[in-house]
């Protein structure tokens, strides 16, 4: 069974400080990961996703993941926070083979000016 | 090209009727999937369909919940009799085939009922 950790409900930093946003999973066989955010009222959007290949990838609105097999991770990572990154963000994984998405419990992030 | 679009954005209801969302998913993609979000538990898979059929319907919570798929490019999620537990945000999702693909995801449809 696939299952998905993010074990911060919120995050805050201060804008133009480094964040991070963790995730961990759980799979039987390889992993396809997603980040996606969700800002208010509206639907999710894809930012990221790791699918094999260099472990660091980059994604949207100078976002990155890190993809750590050792520790079954995939954090979240930006360098530099802007107020307008202030949203919900949900880590998503897929085995291989299956064909829908398990999504975490969602982080809220708050950039604070 | 134009996302998933989903109507209604917002209905309210009275418990007992019976609510319609509706789902045009992006052209060209053949899964289409249908979660619903609460605060309590989050984002859940409810029913997902391949080609306009329905693969894995093991999420719809009971008999009073249905989805309907009959052509590519339209899908219905249907509540009758609706619940006040039913109140929650219902979203559509579709993607190509192709193991790698991202989901894409309508606006969502808020649903209230009283």
């Known amino acids: 069974a696939q299952s998905v950790a993010q074990p911060e409900d919120q995050v805050n930093v201060a804008e133009g400080n480094p964040l991070t946003v963790k995730c961990t999973y759980s799979v039987s066989g390889n992993p396809y990961l997603f980040w996606y955010v969700q800002y208010p009222n509206r639907g999710l959007q894809f930012l990221l996703k790791y699918i094999t290949g260099d472990n660091l990838v980059k994604g949207s609105y100078g976002f990155e993941a890190e993809f750590n097999k050792s520790q079954t991770s995939f954090h979240l990572k930006k360098p530099s926070a802007l107020v307008s990154d202030s949203a919900l963000y949900f880590c998503a994984v897929r085995e291989i083979g299956a064909n829908n998405l398990f999504f975490g419990t969602g982080t809220r992030l708050t950039v604070i000016p | 090209d134009a996302g998933v679009i989903q109507s209604p954005r917002h209905e309210v209801t009275e418990m007992g009727q019976e609510v319609t969302l509706r789902c045009k998913p992006i052209s060209g993609h053949d899964y289409l999937f249908w979660y619903r979000q609460t605060m309590m538990r989050g984002l859940e898979l409810l029913i997902y369909?391949?080609?306009?059929?329905?693969?894995?319907d093991s999420g719809m919570p009971e008999d009073r919940f249905s989805a309907k798929m009959p052509n590519a490019s339209f899908s219905t999620l249907k509540i009758q009799p609706s619940e006040p537990r039913d109140s929650a945000v219902y979203f559509c999702?579709?993607?190509?085939?192709?193991?790698?693909?991202?989901?894409?995801f309508g606006e969502g449809s808020r649903l209230t009922v009283l």
């Open positions: 999702a579709s993607r190509r085939t192709g193991a790698t693909g991202e989901l894409f």
């Open positions: 369909f391949n080609n306009n059929v329905p693969i894995d």
